[in-house]
Antibody, heavy 121, light 107 residues
Framework: EVQLVQSGAEVKKPGESLRISCKGSGYSFTSYWISWVRQMPGKGLEWMGRIDPSDSYTNYSPSFQGHVTISADKSISTAYLQWSSLKASDTAMYYC??????????????WGQGTLVTVSS | DIQMTQSPSSLSASVGDRVTITCRASQGISNYLAWYQQKPGKVPKLLIYAASTLQSGVPSRFSGSGSGTDFTLTISSLQPEDVATYYCQKYNSALQTFGQGTKVEIK
């Protein structure tokens, strides 16, 4: 069974750093892209970026480039989303999602359960 | 960047009604279009990919059509369990974009 299991909810203060994780199982982790999707409270889905776990090649949305870092450790089938200095506006639910490496299959067939990040002083 | 515009932003319909949601791309994307359903408080779920291919396990009352710039998601007979927000997503390149969502409610 394919599963993407994300790390638990986080409460942080502005200026703090944070790394959340997404662990894949039930499939070949290095054969699929992992994307991160933001959903701010009461708002829609925003694609942030993605990583190829086989070589850690990344693509970022221009809206998120430079604000977050996506990484992966293929030895433990885990992808990460990282902030160096959180802002209150980073408060959101963050999802990881899997897509095939073939361009015609870049849609997201499996999603993680989401990680709620709350940034408040 | 290609923008994805959904309409309407929300709708209210009766059980059994036929519901249609539209998604328009600012440039042609062939059939690289997916639809997702997100029920309140839940994780998004893939409904349709390649504009018209139903994901395994999705009820047949859902269908998709279109190519190029104009796409539609149709629910042939709205059910109470279809209350959700629906999102289109273009995936014709590395830069992927969602529409803003359409909230579907029962009248």
């Amino acid at each position: 069974e394919v599963q993407l299991v994300q790390s638990g909810a986080e409460v942080k203060k502005p200026g703090e750093s944070l790394r959340i994780s997404c662990k894949g199982s039930g499939y070949s982790f290095t054969s699929y892209w992992i994307s991160w999707v933001r959903q701010m409270p009461g708002k829609g889905l925003e694609w942030m970026g993605r990583i190829d776990p086989s070589d850690s090649y990344t693509n970022y949305s221009p809206s998120f480039q430079g604000h977050v870092t996506i990484s992966a450790d293929k030895s433990i089938s885990t992808a990460y989303l990282q902030w160096s200095s959180l802002k209150a506006s980073d408060t959101a639910m963050y999802y990881c999602a899997r897509s095939d490496w073939l361009p015609e299959k870049y849609y997201f067939d499996y999603w993680g359960q989401g990680t709620l990040v709350t940034v408040s002083s | 960047d290609i923008q994805m515009t959904q309409s309407p932003s929300s709708l209210s319909a009766s059980v059994g009604d036929r519901v249609t949601i539209t998604c328009r791309a600012s440039q042609g994307i062939s059939n690289y279009l997916a639809w997702y359903q997100q029920k309140p408080g839940k994780v998004p779920k893939l409904l349709i990919y390649a504009a018209s291919t139903l994901q395994s396990g999705v009820p047949s009352r859902f269908s998709g059509s279109g190519s190029g710039t104009d796409f539609t998601l149709t629910i042939s007979s709205l059910q109470p369990e279809d209350v959700a927000t629906y999102y289109c997503q273009k995936y014709n390149s590395a830069l992927q974009t969602f529409g803003q969502g359409t909230k579907v409610e029962i009248k």
